[in-house]
């Protein structure tokens, strides 16, 4: 009899199985080799701005505000109207990225203005000239299309897939989104918060201030008021986007509602504190989509929407109040850090240092982490 040279039916299927199981695994492996790649990025992303305020403090003795926020009248409306540019537009020149700063226009409004009928800022409800294609913002905003339709890269962790906005503005015969960010200033933690810590008063109790109403709470940052130290103290990290869209629950992406009124939650001295509206928002109900809102991480030049707080830890559920809107009351925030990197945050520090936080931080470390001075929580 003839030899035969070649694989038998059987021997055929082990050889495949082998190769399967070598595929499946070596895939996680890829996969994660892919991970610790975003997540390098975005600690390079973090480290540049991190950088960036470095070299904006070194040229202006002073940290950029969070925003400029308007004069107002004893009714709360708006006198005088400021640009309330956020932190990142101002840090754009020591970023490379001069083209998209001489595109801002300070002369007006970053979102809303009087043009559009606000007369207390927050979503306008009778905006005379809204902007086309319902960028949620005003037409105050359309002289800064070029800057606020811009995408930086420098901006965006690559780990995040979801889009965070949707609304945008046609520039001659093409449609742009207006520009997202995951990396949003740290405001501290609760400024409302009075019950067993009267020395709040309104200021905020981040390392970041806003210019102008809340000047006579917030005195401008420098170097001198990180009094525990450049290399203790948050000044950005990162969250989540939003899905741009109200599916009810999505996770980090989208941010909750508390039932209540901040007056109404039960707050009562001295139980009133962060890691009480922390509990709060960890059991708000999460699944009414009108409970809830997804567009986390739009607009990156206007202030009042980049910013998150340390009154909730790493990863957990975000939420806000039931009586805030895009006011400075924004700064009553519970939305947190949140990422899609394996097991906690990017965080970084005054020091241009970015450490990864763990998602088990216990509450007092990271609330110590959101203040320049001893934290009282």
Known sequence: MKKRFGFTL???????????????????????????????????????????????????????????????NSAGGCITEYNRASQHARLLPYLEQNAVYNAINWNF?????????????????????????????????????TAICTMISSFLCPSDGNPGGSGGYFLGNQSKIVGTSNYPSNTGLNRRITGGRPDVSWKLQGPNYVAGWDGAVNAT?????????????????????GPAALPGKDGLGMVYYLPNRLEANGCSPPNCTDLFFAQQCNNAPVTQANQAWGWKGEWWAFGGTMI??????????????????????????????????????????????????KSSVSNAAWYAMATPTTAKC
């Open 308 to 357: 998150y707080s340390h009154t909730q830890t790493p990863n957990r559920v975000a939420c806000q109040y039931n009586d805030q809107n895009t006011d400075w009351r924004a700064t009553l925030t519970l939305v947190n850090a949140s990422s899609n990197h394996p097991g906690g945050v990017n965080v970084a520090f005054m020091d241009g240092s970015v450490k990864f936080v």
């Open 221 to 241: 940052s420098t170097i001198a008021t990180f009094q525990d130290g450049t290399s203790n103290t948050a000044v950005f990290s990162e969250w989540v986007k």
């Open 109 to 145: 409004s970053t979102r809303w203005g009087p043009e559009d009928g606000v007369t207390t800022v927050g979503y306008p409800g009778n905006d005379p000239n809204p902007p086309s294609n319902g960028a949620a913002g005003g037409a105050a905003a359309i002289p800064q299309m």
């Open 10 to 72: 059987i021997e055929l299927l082990v050889v495949i199985a082998i190769i399967a199981v070598l595929i499946s695994l070596l895939l996680p492996a890829v996969q994660s080799a892919r991970e610790a790649a975003r997540r390098s990025q975005c600690t390079n992303n973090l480290k540049q701005i991190a950088l960036a305020m470095h070299n904006y403090v070194s040229s202006n003795d002073a940290l950029p505000p969070l925003s400029v926020d308007c004069n107002r």
